[in-house]
C-alpha cells in the first residue's frame, strides 16, 4: 500500500516565490538565459546537409535539443530566415535552398520545420527564439533563386554589395515589407522571441562602395550626412518592430545580437576602451541607442573575445554592456567556435578549456548580465565538447528558468490547483489542475516542478530542487527518479508566457515504492498530451 502525506500549509514556512525569486544566486541561478545559436544557413548546425527526409530532419533536431538540454541551455535561437527565404510553411517567402537541396521546393506535406521546433523545445522547458537575417538576400553571386524570391519579383528593393544582394535599408517599402514577413512569423507561431544578429548594413569590403547614393538623394528624411541617414534607417526599423510585435503579443521578446563594440573610446567617450571595428561608424547599427529607448527586450552582444585579447578584452566588453544596459536585459555573446586545442594559429587564450567557463563565472558576478548564448550549435559537437562537460557537470548542471521581463508582464499566474501525488511501481504520480485565471487574463502556459527530501527546507529558491520545466499546459508527471522507502515533498508553480511564476501549489508528501523500472527518469506523459492536440 502507499502512503500519502498532505502536510498542513500552516505548519510549514514556504518563502513567497514573488520574493525569492529576485534573489541572485551565483552557484545556480534561479533565472538565467542560456540560449544557443542553431544557424541553418549554409547547412552550418542544421539540418546537417540539404535534401534529408523529414524523418532526418526531425531526428537530428531532436538530437540537438536533447544534448543542449542535457547541456543546461533554456533557450533555441533558430534561424528561421537565412537569405530572404524560410524555414516555415506559413511565409510570402519562397522555401530555403538549405531545407530540400533548391529554393523554393517544399518538404512534405503536413510538415512544417518551424512548429516542429517550437512543440520540441517547449516540452523541454526551452524558449525557442526566431532569428531572422532582416538585409540578407543572396549569399554569392551565384546564388540560384526560385522565381518567387524578392530579388527577381522586385530589383529595385536591392543593391549588390559584395558580390551579394541586400535590401536596401533606405526605402521605406522594404522596412515596411521586413516587418511584415517577421509578423508572418509573430502571429502565426507560438514562438517566445524574435531575433536578429550582426547583419544590418554590411561589413565592409576594401575597394567597395554601397550603392544606395540614388536612395539618399530620393528618401534623405532630412539629412544630409549619408552615414547619419543610414543609421536611422535601421533605427526606424527596429523602432517599427519593437512597435508592431509587442501590439499582436505582448509577450514575445524582441532581441538583437550585435558586434561586440557598439563605439570605441577614441571615437566618443560614451565609447568602450577598446580598439576594434565598430558597429556605430563601420555597420551603421546604433546598438546602445536601442537599448537606451527601449525599443529591444534584450540585447545579446557578440563578444567573441577571450580575456586578454588586447584590441577589445571579453572583461572590459562585459563591463561597458553592463554598464549601458538601461533596465533591458543583456545576453552575452560567447565564440564557442573558436576554440581549439593548441594545434591552430588562432588565439592561444582559446585553447584553455577554462575560457570560456571563466567567462561565465565573471557575468554572473554582475547583476545587469542576465545569461549568454554560445555560437554555435556544431561547436558542442566539435571544438568546444570540453565546455559540454563544464556546463552539465558544473556550472549548468541544475535548471534555471529565463529571467523576468516587468517591463512586459509582471502579472504573476495564480497557483496551480488540486496538487495530488500516488506512489506506484513506475514511480510517483503527481496530478494537478490549471490555474484559476490571473488579472490578465492568463492561466498557465507551463510549470516547474520541485522535489524534497523530508527534512529539507520547503522553499522554491534554489534551482537544485527542481525536477522539471516545461513551457507547455501539462497537467501530470511521473517522477521515476526515486528511492524505495524515502518520504519526499513536491511543489508545483505555474508559469504564464513571460515567465512569470505563481505561488506554490502543495507541498504534498509521500513515501516511494520499489520502482519495476528507472528508464526513462522524470518522463512527461507525452501521449496523454499528445492524445489531446
Avoid: C
Wanted: charged content about 25%; proline content about 5%; glycine content about 6%.
Amino acid at each position: 500500500m502507499f502512503k500519502i502525506i498532505i502536510y498542513a500549509l500552516l505548519s510549514i514556512t514556504i518563502t513567497p516565490i514573488s520574493l525569492l525569486a529576485q534573489t541572485p544566486s551565483k552557484i545556480a541561478p534561479k533565472r538565467e538565459f542560456r540560449g544557443v545559436w542553431v544557424a541553418t544557413v549554409a547547412n552550418i548546425d542544421w539540418p546537417s546537409k540539404p535534401g534529408l527526409s523529414v524523418d532526418q530532419q526531425k531526428q537530428e533536431l531532436i538530437g540537438l535539443m536533447e544534448m543542449h538540454k542535457a547541456n543546461g541551455m533554456n533557450a533555441i535561437v533558430l534561424q528561421v530566415r537565412p537569405a530572404a527565404d524560410a524555414f516555415y510553411s506559413k511565409s510570402r517567402e519562397p522555401w530555403s535552398q538549405w531545407l530540400m537541396g533548391k529554393q523554393g521546393l517544399a518538404p512534405s506535406a503536413g510538415y512544417d520545420p518551424l512548429a516542429f521546433a517550437i512543440k520540441e523545445a517547449h516540452s523541454r522547458g526551452m524558449e525557442l527564439h526566431a532569428w531572422f537575417n532582416p538585409y540578407r538576400a543572396t549569399m554569392s553571386a551565384n546564388t540560384v533563386v526560385s522565381p518567387d524570391h524578392m530579388t527577381r519579383k522586385r530589383p529595385d528593393l536591392f543593391f549588390v554589395y559584395g558580390g551579394k544582394k541586400q535590401f536596401d535599408p533606405g526605402i521605406p517599402e522594404v522596412r515596411e515589407y521586413i516587418v511584415q514577413v517577421i509578423l508572418d512569423v509573430v502571429k502565426g507561431y507560438d514562438v517566445d522571441g524574435i531575433h536578429f544578429d550582426d547583419y544590418f548594413y554590411p561589413y565592409k569590403i576594401a575597394g567597395q562602395t554601397i550603392n544606395d547614393a540614388a536612395t539618399f538623394r530620393k528618401y534623405s528624411n532630412g539629412f544630409t550626412d549619408i552615414s547619419d541617414w543610414r543609421r536611422n534607417n535601421v533605427d526606424l526599423l527596429i523602432k517599427q518592430l519593437d512597435d508592431s510585435i509587442h501590439h499582436y503579443k505582448k509577450h514575445v521578446k524582441f532581441g538583437i545580437s550585435p558586434f561586440g563594440i557598439w563605439k570605441n573610446i577614441s571615437e566618443d567617450s560614451l565609447g568602450s576602451a577598446t580598439n576594434g571595428l565598430s558597429n556605430y561608424s563601420e555597420l551603421y547599427a546604433d546598438s546602445r541607442k536601442w537599448v537606451k529607448e527601449g525599443w529591444v527586450d534584450y540585447i545579446n552582444p557578440q563578444i567573441y573575445f577571450s580575456f586578454t585579447r588586447k584590441a577589445a578584452p571579453f572583461g572590459t566588453l562585459v563591463d561597458w554592456w553592463s554598464h549601458n544596459s538601461f533596465n533591458r536585459h543583456v545576453y552575452v555573446g560567447h565564440g564557442a567556435y573558436l576554440m581549439h586545442n593548441g594545434t591552430t594559429r588562432k588565439e592561444a587564450a582559446w585553447a584553455f578549456p577554462n575560457q570560456i567557463p571563466n567567462q561565465i563565472k565573471y557575468i554572473r558576478n554582475s547583476n545587469r548580465i542576465q545569461g549568454s548564448v554560445f555560437f554555435s550549435s556544431k561547436s558542442f559537437t566539435n571544438v568546444a565538447r570540453g565546455l559540454s562537460d563544464s556546463l552539465r557537470n558544473n556550472l549548468y548542471k541544475y535548471p534555471a528558468l529565463p529571467p523576468q521581463m516587468p517591463w512586459l508582464d509582471d502579472i504573476v499566474p495564480n497557483q496551480p490547483q488540486d496538487l495530488s501525488a500516488e506512489a506506484k511501481k513506475d514511480g510517483v504520480h503527481l496530478k494537478w489542475e490549471r490555474p484559476l485565471k490571473a488579472s490578465d487574463g492568463e492561466t498557465a502556459s507551463g510549470y516547474v516542478i520541485y522535489r524534497f527530501i523530508e527534512g529539507e527546507k520547503i522553499e522554491v529558491l534554489d534551482a537544485r530542487n527542481i525536477i522539471k520545466i516545461s513551457f507547455e499546459d501539462f497537467h501530470q508527471f511521473i517522477d521515476t527518479n526515486v528511492e524505495k522507502g524515502k518520504r519526499y515533498n513536491y511543489l508545483v508553480t505555474a508559469l504564464d508566457r513571460l515567465k512569470n511564476e505563481s505561488e506554490p501549489s502543495g507541498p504534498v508528501g509521500i513515501e516511494a515504492q520499489d520502482l519495476a523500472s528507472t528508464e526513462g527518469v522524470g518522463m512527461i506523459l507525452k501521449q496523454e498530451i499528445e492524445s489531446k492536440e
